[in-house]
């Protein structure tokens, strides 16, 4: 399969935080009428049960995977599941995969914390919320001051799916860098995490451990793949329960990369099947999707503990969001 590239550097685009719209969808996210927010740490006030629905032309680029998502036993979206015992800290939840993770942990009723740079992006992206359902925390990751250990009291497991643009670009405005974010940011946050911690998802990219062969070595020209394995180094170091996740390059929207496949709206299109490796094999494309519903199961599937995986999306029928499914997936690819 021909080797192709995400991260090409692309002049800024519109970072379509505001993706979501009112049309009717199946898929249960939540958004309501935006809350104002002040300054410092932020919770979500009032209490509402609406459905929030994403843009839904069939057309839509998600539309296809996110179809195949809902389309399964588990998933009602006319029901509230029941809550969850979990606390999932979301880092990078305004992010195109983390927005994804978050409604999606909303639709499943296990509550969330954020802990974003501007927590304004919550009230715009997810509406009011229960503060049971969904706190907000501001915070940088490349600040230690700013991880105060009360942003971890009570959380059980993290997903972190931060990043930057490989090359420069407006993200790095402030020094965001890689080297900032992917290695800086991910070691601070790991190293703030109580030992409770019962796992931590981090999101990193396939080709990090050959960042100096051809053609990654063109994608790491300013150390993004290298920084991404730093910063998965020190997770696996930590002691903490973790899995990573090294998705291919990302499709489908929420289009927050300035990449060929942002400029392109591409999709997973008949790719709904997920392909899940080991060892930095693989080389493909994923939906942002497949790769938030694959960190969301790690946390509760045993056997993804300890583990890297690489994801694909491929052709053919997907897992939605069948655990068993998925705990199929993850255990295939050990065995290969
Ligand atoms: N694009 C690809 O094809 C591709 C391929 C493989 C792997 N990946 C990786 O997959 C992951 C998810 O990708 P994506 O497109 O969903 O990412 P994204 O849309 O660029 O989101 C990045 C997130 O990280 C947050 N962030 C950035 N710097 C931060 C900082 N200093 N402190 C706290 N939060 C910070 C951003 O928050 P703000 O809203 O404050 O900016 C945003 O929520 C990333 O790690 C990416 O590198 C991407």
Request: aromatic share 8%; charged share 20%; proline share 7%.
């Amino acid at each position: 399969m021909a080797t192709e590239f995400f991260f090409t550097p692309i002049p800024d685009l519109p970072c379509p935080l505001g993706k979501f719209s009112k049309h009717p969808h199946r898929l249960p996210l939540f958004a309501l009428p935006p809350l104002s927010v002040s300054s410092g740490n932020h919770r979500f006030k009032s209490v509402s049960t609406s459905k929030f629905k994403l843009s839904s032309s069939s057309s839509s680029p998600v539309n296809a995977v996110r179809e195949e998502v809902i389309q399964t036993p588990n998933s009602d979206s006319q029901t509230i599941p029941p809550s969850s015992s979990k606390l999932v800290l979301v880092v990078g939840g305004s992010g195109g995969v983390g927005q994804l993770v978050v409604a999606s942990l909303l639709s499943c009723n296990i509550k969330s914390r954020l802990l974003l740079r501007d927590p304004e992006k919550a009230t715009s992206l997810f509406g009011e919320q229960d503060e049971e359902t969904l706190q907000v925390y501001t915070g940088d990751t490349r600040n230690p001051k700013d991880l105060d250990p009360s942003i971890f009291e009570g959380v059980t497991h993290v997903i972190c799916c931060t990043g930057t643009t490989a090359f420069p670009s407006k993200r790095w405005d402030g020094d965001n860098t890689p080297e900032k974010v992917d290695w800086a940011g991910v070691r601070n946050l790991v190293s703030a995490l109580p030992s409770s911690i019962k796992r931590i998802v981090l999101v990193s990219s396939v080709g990090v451990t050959k960042f100096n062969e051809l053609p990654w070595s063109i994608m790491n020209l300013f150390g993004v793949l290298k920084y991404k394995k730093m910063g998965e180094d020190f997770v696996r170091k930590s002691g903490l329960p973790f899995t990573i996740i090294r998705p291919g390059r990302l499709t489908d929207g929420p289009y927050t990369s300035y990449d060929l496949n942002t400029l392109l709206k591409a999709t997973a299109g008949k790719r709904r099947a997920v392909l899940i490796g080991q060892g930095d094999k693989l080389v493909g494309e994923v939906s942002r999707l497949v790769v938030a519903e694959a960190c969301i199961q790690a946390l509760d599937i045993e056997s993804t503990e300890g583990e890297v995986y690489e994801i694909n999306s491929v052709e053919g029928e997907g897992p939605g969001s069948d655990t068993q499914k998925w705990k199929e997936l993850f255990e295939a690819a050990r065995s290969q």
